[in-house]
């Protein structure tokens, strides 16, 4: 039994989310041009590139704020694989590299776009995880969220490139979830639409 049960607002506080009220409220709260680290910001707040309200830097906003969270992933799975074994720590490894790519994609889209990309942030407070079941639940609470933003993000985005790009990570995202629900001896399919959960 984990110390620290992860839970969807803890989650939340330590992408430097807040308690959004939606999962569009929480892919644009963690966006911005913060150079420094990510988070921060939200839709509202341009980066260094276009005229304010163009096409592209709006594009450019909602990608920081993607790729915020794909940071994030690859840091919440770092700090999980060496709690990891057998099956699980393959899949860790997998789903690592997978978040490693998708930030890559997100950083080559911003830069395409004329954009500055946000920078990991130098720290997470993650919770406490004790053991494997632990580090499953709180990938899990990982991609839900980022499954919500993604879905919440597609028809932000001006481009049917970038609303491709995006559709690809989310669907990748989902099969994440549906492999570590089947870990947790969960329904890996409950439902028939996926949505993830902020």
């Known amino acids: 039994m984990p110390q620290d049960p992860v839970s969807r607002r803890r989650l939340l506080g330590l ?14 709260a963690c966006g911005g041009g913060d150079k420094g680290g990510g988070g ?12 304010e309200g163009t096409a592209a830097s709006r594009d450019v906003v909602v990608l920081n704020s993607a790729l915020d969270l794909e940071n994030m992933a690859v840091a919440a799975y770092r700090a999980a694989l060496p709690l990891l074994t057998g099956a699980a ?12 790519e998708h930030a890559d994609a ?11 990309p946000n920078k990991p ?14 580090a499953l639940t709180f990938a899990a609470d990982v991609e839900s969220t980022a499954i919500a933003a993604y879905i919440d993000a597609l028809p932000r985005l001006t481009s049917p490139d970038l609303r491709g790009t995006a559709a690809a990570i989310v ?5 994440h979830l549906a492999v570590l629900s089947g870990a947790l001896g969960r329904p ?7 949505t993830g959960k902020a």
Not at 40 to 51: I, S, V, Y
Not at 171 to 175: L, R, Y
Not at 188 to 194: D, G, K, L, Y
């Open 121 to 134: 942030s130098r720290g997470y407070d993650f919770p406490r995880l004790a053991g494997q079941r632990a």
């Open 40 to 51: 921060g910001g939200g839709l509202g707040k341009t980066t260094e590139l276009e005229p």
């Open 15 to 28: 992408a430097g989310l807040g308690l959004a009220g939606s999962s569009a409220a929480v892919l644009a």
């Open 106 to 116: 997100l950083t080559e889209a911003i830069r395409q776009l004329g954009g500055a």
């Open 188 to 194: 890996q399919a409950p439902r028939a639409f996926v």
């Open 89 to 100: 720590l393959n899949a860790g490894k997998t789903f690592l590299e997978h978040e490693r």
């Open 171 to 175: 669907t990748d995202e989902a099969e």
